[in-house]
């Protein structure tokens, strides 16, 4: 009845099923979840399981359901609680265990990321194997900018790329935030000196490079921004290179250089 897009038979007949005692309702229960997820009714799955497992144990099968109302449903503590309770008993691929809890992790952080104690809090109580992964150090250190917390997003940059090297990450090492002059140039000055060390084993990297040159416009440091932005664009030319690149030669009084720039950034993606 299902199949046939009857849904009035179908109730009827898992109403008879209601019915028709307790050896019938755990099959009646599993197929209402399953039906409830074919048609992305995710709280009425969830419900069926939930009434499913108050009942009796909780085998793989039904557990591996419930994972995927509570991924349709987007709650994701729960998601977290299943996916490491899934990945212990083997019950699902680690890559697939993996990506659950990366989603999971990144949809909890974006829902705090309006709360600077509570981001604080969240990215706090998160395992370093996890703080680590790039792409939640990169949505960290991102809300941790946004927040004005430039200690920590420093920190989170500095621990993902100490685990696994990421262009885009080193990228955003550059961003300052909302800071006050002096305390820009002060947090600038301290990143150009972990950063010029990361140099050293990726001299060719475009982003790092361009990171260095945000930083050391910063801190005023007019000729190294400039060779950094520079060197840069010679490897990987971009329209945020160029843009910089920009309002560096407007802060020296170089308008002419500075419309160069402007419209070589327009032709740019």
């Not at 989603?103 to 909890?108: F, N, R, S, T």
């Not at 520079?230 to 309002?247: H, I, M, N, Q």
Request: glycine share 6%; aromatic share 6%; proline share 4%.
């Amino acid at each position: 009845a299902h199949e046939l897009r009857e849904f009035g038979r179908r109730d009827q007949w898992l109403a008879r099923a209601a019915q028709a005692g307790a050896p019938m309702q755990a099959a009646r229960l599993v197929t209402e979840a399953e039906l409830a997820l074919e048609e992305r009714d995710f709280e009425a799955a969830r419900g069926a399981l939930d009434r499913l497992h108050a009942t009796g144990p909780r085998h793989i099968a039904s557990l591996r359901m419930q994972l995927r109302a509570e991924l349709g449903a987007q709650n994701w503590e729960e998601v977290l609680r299943l996916t490491a309770l899934l990945a212990k008993r083997g019950a699902i691929p680690e890559a697939a265990a993996e990506e659950y809890r990366t989603q999971a992790l990144l949809e909890l952080i974006e829902r705090d990321s309006g709360d600077r104690r509570a981001f604080e809090e969240r990215w706090r109580r998160m395992p370093s194997r996890d703080e680590a992964r790039p792409r939640l150090a990169l949505a960290g250190a991102r809300h941790a900018t946004a927040l004005g917390n430039v200690s920590l997003a420093r920190e989170i940059v500095e621990r993902g790329l100490a685990t696994e090297w990421s262009g885009a990450l080193a990228a955003l090492y550059g961003e300052l935030g909302p800071l006050a002059a002096q305390e820009r140039a002060r947090e600038a000055l301290l990143r150009i000196e972990r950063a010029e060390r990361w140099l050293v084993d990726h001299p060719d990297d475009p982003q790092l490079l361009a990171a260095l040159g945000r930083l050391c416009a910063a801190a005023e440091l007019w000729g190294k921004a400039q060779r950094y932005l520079e060197t840069g664009v010679s490897f990987e030319d971009s329209r945020a290179a160029r843009l910089e690149l920009a309002r560096l030669a407007e802060r020296l009084g170089r308008p002419a250089e500075a419309q160069q720039h402007y419209r070589r950034a327009a032709e740019l993606p």
